[in-house]
């Protein structure tokens, strides 16, 4: 199994490009099953999750082609993948495949819509909490689909295709958002969406499915109008750029000083987590490139952050934000409001020597103790990405083993932070 190596204590300067958003990728592919024609996604990033994707979306019958560079382009930035679905020859999603990622549960809504049948094991993905799928079968079955659990399936069927309805989720989800704004593109008639998650790739699956042909209003608001149509057509569409990987990113270079751009970056993505990094004592400035930030010299503040849902700090980057200020002098809070057990990185941390005390659903940093190399386990994406800062910063070598979780997420992690200055590699076996 893959490791990481890094010795901490090293600068980042120079520039990191950022990648299109796995987050948008994944429910802009499955959007493909909606239509019998070629759905051209570019700026598709280079990830485990994507590739499992396209096994999972080629079991359905979904044909796919990567394309190369194209003239114009100095370097090829993420793969442009065509996606076809002109004959959906299977409506079950096994559990070998959607037990690997939660995401591809979301299959669940274009092929309801479409075949107007669906069996779709039940999910799995990171272990960072229950995750139900409670809000997805109400509101498919406020759009007219019977909803059945058996064998560990969800088994849905619309046998006379699924009706617009109003569908007012009991709490705020980005997947069953995308979810029933897919299905409600093919239902008849008008389906109402409210609670819905604002987050940009919402609004971005929103912009895709528009081109689509569908008729969509208020994504990016919690109340999401869709009037359903017979048929979606071919359409290209750019992935946005990954807030997390810039977050990302961005405390990285505020945990091991130094100045970076973060060439692609769109700061409106990202508000809040940008606010929360420059009370840390971070420089932060929006350019027509990116997003650059430099700390040199000063030392890091405490804060107190609670994780929302957008626009409000994410739970994507509470792990990261954890590891940076074991680095600021003082206090620290963090609040994780999204997922009940999202800290599995605290007794990690507390292995390179960073001081934490967790009290419910808080954790409190007592900051200022220089962390010390050593080995550590990645638990999930996100929480496992937060060791790679730690060991920026650490004093001597970190091994982070378990590494496969990063390759989810994260495209080109050590050749982005070594083309900065870091002293990071990856050594197999
Ligand atoms: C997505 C993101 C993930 C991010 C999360 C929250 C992708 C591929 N993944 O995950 O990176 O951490 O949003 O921003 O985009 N819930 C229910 N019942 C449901 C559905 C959700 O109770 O039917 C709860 C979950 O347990 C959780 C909360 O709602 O506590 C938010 O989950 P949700 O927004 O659905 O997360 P994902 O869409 O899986």
Not at 337 to 350: D, G, K, P, Q, Y
Request: glycine share 12%.
């Amino acid at each position: 199994m893959d490791r990481i190596r890094i010795t901490g204590g090293r600068p980042l300067n120079g520039t990191i490009p950022i990648s299109g958003a796995k987050n948008a990728a994944l429910p802009l592919m499955i959007a493909s099953l909606l239509s019998d024609q070629t759905l051209t996604l570019s700026n598709v990033p280079n990830l485990a999750d994507v590739a499992l994707l396209k096994r999972i979306l080629g079991n359905h019958g979904v044909d796919y082609a990567v394309s190369g560079k194209r003239r114009g382009e100095v370097v090829q930035s993420g793969e442009r993948l065509a996606l076809t679905a002109a004959e959906i020859v299977d409506t079950t999603a096994p559990y070998d495949l959607v037990s690997r990622m939660r995401a591809s549960f979301w299959v669940i809504g274009p092929l309801l819509a479409r075949m107007h049948e669906a069996r779709v094991s039940l999910p799995g993905g990171c272990a960072i909490g229950t995750r139900p799928v409670d809000f997805f079968l109400s509101g498919l079955e406020q759009l007219g689909a019977t909803i059945d659990v058996d064998g560990g399936y969800v088994v849905a069927s619309a046998p006379g295709g699924l009706a617009g309805g109003r569908v007012e989720f009991p709490g705020i989800s980005v997947g069953a958002t995308h979810t029933i704004m897919m299905a409600a593109t093919l239902a008849k008639g008008e389906t109402m969406i409210e609670n819905a998650a604002r987050e940009p790739e919402v609004r971005d699956l929103a912009d895709c499915l528009t081109k689509m042909g569908a008729t969509i209003d208020g994504a990016g608001t919690d109340t999401i109008r869709v009037q359903g149509t017979d048929r979606l057509v071919a359409a290209e569409h750019a992935v946005l750029p990954d807030r997390i990987e810039t977050g990302t990113y961005a405390f990285a270079v505020a945990a091991a000083g130094g100045e970076v751009l973060l060439q692609g970056a769109r700061g409106d993505l990202l508000q809040k987590a940008l606010d929360v990094l420059s009370q840390t004592g971070a420089e932060i400035s929006q350019t027509n490139d990116g997003i650059r930030v430099s700390r040199r010299g000063t030392g890091l503040a405490p804060v107190d952050v609670v994780t929302e849902p957008f626009p409000g700090f994410p739970t994507d980057l509470q792990a990261q934000l954890m590891a940076l200020v074991t680095g600021a002098g003082g206090c620290s809070r963090i609040t994780e409001t999204i997922f009940e057990n999202r800290f599995m990185h605290v007794s990690e941390l507390a292995r390179l020597g960073a001081d934490i005390r967790l009290d419910g659903q808080t954790a409190t940093v007592h900051g200022g103790t220089p962390l010390k190399g050593a080995q550590v386990m990645a638990t999930d994406l996100r929480a496992s990405v937060s060791l790679v800062i730690a060991g920026l910063t650490a004093e001597g070598e970190t091994w982070v083993n378990r590494v496969y979780h990063l390759d989810r997420g994260f495209e080109q992690l050590e050749q982005k932070l070594s083309a900065c200055g870091a002293d990071i590699e990856r050594v197999s076996g």
